[in-house]
């Protein structure tokens, strides 16, 4: 803002919600008539259907767009009052040039000159009036810069920040394409782990039925054993019954021995 006084003003203000600090060295008034405008402006912007579905950078675009259109319709309105009152002065100057010619000529002017000095004081407070007017355009057209050159570093703030999220999606996107990579790496030893096991399941499957084989077999083996026990035992008695026998017969053949011995 333009150096207007000797010392800065700091003053808090509420633009669209936020607090803020303008410091500036126009009078607090004008700093929060500043803020007010601002404010008006977000407050016509929101009334439009369209604003809530815009996203913070295109907002700030936009409220720039209708600040500078202000300032250009201001701008614009300031030069039509500047021409309007070279005109007035034309005219004024051309009026006083004809009253002094009517005054040069005669006496008889003088009715005439009166309503044309009428006319001139007409023309001047209307020339006032139209100064005032243009001194009011000029200070809107100021605020209206100011307003401009704020949102155009807010601008380039936003792109700023913009770019550096640009950066950091990118960053991701490649961390994101690692980890993809690494990803299809254990997906592949995950597949040749399920082969594996895979493999290994069926080879337990196949030595479960060679074991329920051999389970089978060991079956009708004890089996076998258990029908052949009785034999065996047979077999045992036979052998117990051959001895006895053989016993006897030696006990015979001693006998026999004997009393061969005795009728001798």
């Known amino acids: 803002m333009k150096n207007k006084s000797k010392s800065k003003n700091d003053v808090e203000v509420l633009i669209n919600g936020r607090k803020y600090t ?17 404010n008006s402006k977000y407050a016509e912007f929101k009334d439009e259907d369209y604003y809530y579905s815009l996203d913070i950078e295109l907002r700030n675009i936009l409220l720039a767009i209708n600040i500078a259109d202000d300032y250009f319709k201001s701008e614009k309105e300031r030069k039509s009052l500047v021409r309007d009152n070279e005109r007035k002065d034309k005219m004024v100057l ?94 592949d030893k995950v597949k040749t782990q399920a082969e594996k096991m895979k493999a290994a399941e069926q080879k337990k499957k196949a030595l479960e039925g060679e074991n329920e084989e ?34 006897a017969e030696r006990r015979i053949t001693d006998l026999e021995m004997r009393t061969r011995k005795g009728k001798r």
């Open 94 to 187: 051309e009026m006083k040039h004809e009253i002094m010619e009517m005054q040069s000529k005669s006496d008889h002017a003088e009715n005439r000159k009166d309503e044309l000095k009428d006319k001139l004081d007409f023309a001047e407070k209307k020339i006032v009036a139209l100064n005032v007017k243009n001194q009011d355009s000029s200070s809107k057209l100021e605020t209206l810069e100011e307003k401009l050159t704020a949102v155009r570093s807010e601008s380039t703030s936003h792109a700023a920040k913009l770019e550096a999220a640009v950066e950091q999606v990118k960053k991701l996107e490649d961390e994101n394409a690692r980890l993809k990579k690494k990803n299809d790496t254990l997906n």
């Open 22 to 38: 303008i410091c500036g060295f126009e009078s607090v008034e004008y700093l929060q008539k500043v803020a007010t405008y601002i």
């Open 214 to 247: 051999l389970k089978e077999k060991l079956g009708n083996a004890e089996q076998q054993m258990q029908e052949l026990e009785p034999q065996m035992n047979y077999e045992k008695e036979n052998a117990e019954l051959k001895a006895k026998l053989q016993a």
